[in-house]
T-cell receptor, first 111, second 115 residues
Framework: EDQVTQSPEALRLQEGESSSLNCSYT??????LFWYRQDPGKGPEFLFT???AGEEKEKERLKATLTKKESFLHITAPKPEDSATYLC????????????FGKGTRLHILP | DARVTQTPRHKVTEMGQEVTMRCQPI?????VFWYRQTMMQGLELLAY????????DSGMPKDRFSAEMPDATLATLKIQPSEPRDSAVYFC?????????????FGPGTRLTVT
């Protein structure tokens, strides 16, 4: 069964304190791995798609990396506006358009 | 600035009442998804359509939920009769399938409370 597990569930950092969020996945064959950001009261907002192990994508203070079993979202020198829930999702080769979401990591950056 | 729209944004109803949620996908997107989000379960896929045809509704309680796409600009999710356990935020998302994986664009959600 396809699964996505994110850790930690919640993370509090001081402004400027870099860290990483983890997404472990089990899927028969990976078509793509997605990272989304969700602010309170809003829908998830797309950040990155990763397709193969070794791939990296960057956007401002965020960098996503992918291995055969997990993905990391690295946050460098975060600011309070980076506070949000970060969701990881995977799409399997044999699951057509369906993607499975993890439960997310709630990130809080203290000023 | 193209975006997915959903109505209503909030709905409070009594148990047993019918609830209808509406979604307007981004123009040109050919795939539409309905999700439900709760603190306990996270985001769960309920159903999705491609080119207005239903492809998968295995995530929906079939006896009370129904999803339709009467035209390319409107998707609906109905609950009849509603129950307190249906209280959640319901999201619609749309995307463009072109043979490879793609990102989904989410609407702002409908927060449903069933008393």
């Amino acid at each position: 069964e396809d699964q996505v597990t994110q850790s930690p569930e919640a993370l509090r950092l001081q402004e400027g304190e870099s860290s990483s969020l983890n997404c472990s996945y089990t899927v028969s064959g990976l078509r793509g791995l997605f990272w989304y950001r969700q602010d309170p009261g809003k829908g998830p907002e797309f950040l990155f798609t990763l397709y193969s192990a070794g791939e990296e994508k960057e956007k401002e203070r965020l960098k996503a990396t992918l291995t055969k079993k997990e993905s990391f979202l690295h946050i460098t020198a975060p600011k309070p506006e980076d506070s949000a829930t970060y969701l990881c999702a995977v799409q399997a080769l044999d699951r057509d358009d369906k993607i499975i979401f993890g439960k997310g990591t709630r990130l809080h950056i203290l000023p | 600035d193209a975006r997915v729209t959903q109505t209503p944004r909030h709905k409070v109803t009594e148990m047993g009442q019918e609830v209808t949620m509406r979604c307007q996908p981004i123009l040109g997107h050919n795939t539409v998804f309905w999700y439900r989000q709760t603190m306990m379960q996270g985001l769960e896929l309920l159903a999705y359509f491609r080119n207005r045809a239903p492809l998968d509704d295995s995530g929906m309680p079939k006896d009370r939920f129904s999803a339709e796409m009467p035209d390319a600009t409107l998707a609906t999710l109905k609950i009849q009769p509603s129950e307190p356990r249906d209280s959640a935020v319901y999201f619609c998302a749309s995307g463009l399938t072109q043979g490879v994986t793609y990102e989904q664009y989410f609407g702002p959600g409908t927060r449903l409370t069933v008393t």
